[in-house]
């Protein structure tokens, strides 16, 4: 959503004849563009207002998290971590640490449907700005295809054919590294890439950009 919103100076300021857009999973808990009225009642002011924008209830979420960490980690052997659809847990020793992406309100589907309608808006608003300025749009899913990635994957495979846009799935050229033995390699625990899953990121992209400019050159040709 803040993407959607600096988009139009990014264009004016930087004239690109290229963009790449790999962005929306940090909607999942950055709820700023959130229409109050899309959650009803009392939990959105409570969960979905207070609980996640205040930056006094962040900054004590984050001190207690990061002095438990430390104490957890002391303990720890061999970390284990568990994945949900909305979080995870990290097991290490007798301790276990819960990361939560602040996503719970009264119903769970509806809370993927509104997020869903929300990137669409976001995606549909930058299609147009790019187009308008002259630049062409990139689309690119996530490297992996995990939980709530996942949600924002499956958004950009719709909206890419809907309108007919360029996507360099990485999702689904990379899904060879969500085994479990190279899930580790390539990805933290949060599934954020590592250095082997930064490279084959690259790679896949490089390829896909020199195809582009292979092609153009093609159409240019006399």
Same mark, same amino acid.
């Given at each position: 959503?803040?993407?959607?919103?600096?988009? *139009?100076?990014?264009?004016?300021?930087?004239? *690109?004849?290229?963009?790449?857009?790999?962005?929306?999973?940090?909607?999942?808990?950055?709820?700023?563009?959130?229409?109050?009225?899309?959650?009803?009642?009392?939990?959105?002011?409570?969960?979905?207002?207070?609980?996640?924008?205040?930056?006094?209830?962040?900054?004590?979420?984050?001190?207690?998290?990061?002095?438990?960490?430390?104490?957890?980690?002391?303990?720890?052997?061999?970390?284990?971590?568990?994945?949900? *659809?909305?979080?995870?847990?990290?097991?290490?020793?007798?301790?276990?640490?819960?990361?939560?992406?602040?996503?719970?309100?009264?119903?769970?589907?509806?809370?993927?449907?509104?997020?869903?309608?929300?990137?669409?808006?976001?995606?549909?608003?930058?299609?147009?700005?790019?187009?308008?300025?002259?630049?062409?749009?990139?689309?690119?899913?996530?490297?992996?295809?995990?939980?709530?990635?996942?949600?924002?994957?499956?958004?950009?495979?719709?909206?890419?054919?809907?309108?007919?846009?360029?996507?360099?799935?990485?999702?689904?050229?990379?899904?060879?590294?969500?085994?479990?033995?190279?899930?580790?390699?390539?990805?933290?625990?949060?599934?954020?890439?590592?250095?082997?899953?930064?490279?084959?990121?690259?790679?896949?992209?490089?390829?896909?950009?020199?195809?582009?400019?292979?092609?153009?050159?093609?159409?240019?040709? *006399?």
């Amino acid at each position: 959503s803040q993407i959607r919103r600096a988009f *139009p100076e990014m264009l004016l300021r930087f004239q *690109p004849d290229i963009v790449l857009l790999m962005v929306g999973v940090a909607d999942f808990w950055n709820l700023d563009a959130f229409r109050a009225e899309e959650y009803r009642g009392w939990r959105w002011w409570l969960q979905g207002w207070w609980w996640n924008r205040s930056r006094v209830v962040k900054l004590v979420r984050l001190l207690r998290f990061n002095l438990g960490r430390g104490k957890d980690e002391r303990a720890a052997s061999v970390p284990v971590v568990e994945h949900t *659809p909305y979080n995870w847990r990290v097991h290490a020793g007798d301790a276990a640490i819960d990361v939560d992406i602040d996503m719970r309100f009264d119903d769970g589907l509806k809370d993927i449907l509104v997020f869903r309608r929300n990137l669409r808006r976001n995606l549909a608003t930058i299609a147009a700005e790019a187009e308008g300025a002259g630049a062409r749009l990139l689309l690119m899913t996530y490297p992996t295809d995990s939980p709530f990635y996942h949600a924002v994957n499956q958004v950009y495979r719709q909206f890419a054919a809907e309108e007919n846009l360029p996507l360099i799935d990485l999702g689904a050229a990379l899904s060879r590294w969500a085994a479990p033995r190279l899930v580790e390699k390539a990805y933290f625990p949060d599934f954020h890439p590592r250095r082997i899953g930064y490279e084959a990121s690259a790679r896949v992209i490089a390829a896909r950009l020199e195809e582009m400019v292979h092609q153009r050159a093609q159409d240019r040709a *006399p």
